[in-house]
């Protein structure tokens, strides 16, 4: 896997490794926040009933919120953190 190499080449310098786990502290966060969830579930539901431009409308402000969506064609979605929130840390 990707990851695992990354993280054995990650061995000599030192610096991805503590990277990622903040990242993922903060990503998990982000996602435990009452409004980050309501707005992914009502978004999602707004996909489902193919509301789409509704639904971009949260992913904006999701965006705003420095959390980026991904969508899926399988109807699934996948969040992230924008990258400049990341580097701030």
């Known amino acids: ?3 695992d190499y990354i993280f054995e080449i990650d061995n000599v310098f030192g ?5 990622y786990d903040a990242y993922k502290k903060r990503l998990s ?4 926040n009452p409004k980050i969830k309501k707005l992914l579930e009502k978004r999602a539901k707004l996909r489902i009933e193919r509301q789409y431009e509704t639904a971009d409308k949260i992913r ?3 965006l705003q919120e420095d959390i980026v969506v991904k969508d899926a064609a399988n109807g699934g ?3 992230a953190l924008k990258i400049d929130r990341i ?3």
């Open 1 to 3: 896997m990707a990851k």
């Open 15 to 19: 610096f991805i490794k503590p990277l």
């Open 29 to 32: 966060g982000a996602l435990k």
């Open 60 to 62: 904006e402000k999701l």
């Open 77 to 79: 979605f996948s969040v």
């Open 87 to 89: 580097l701030q840390s």
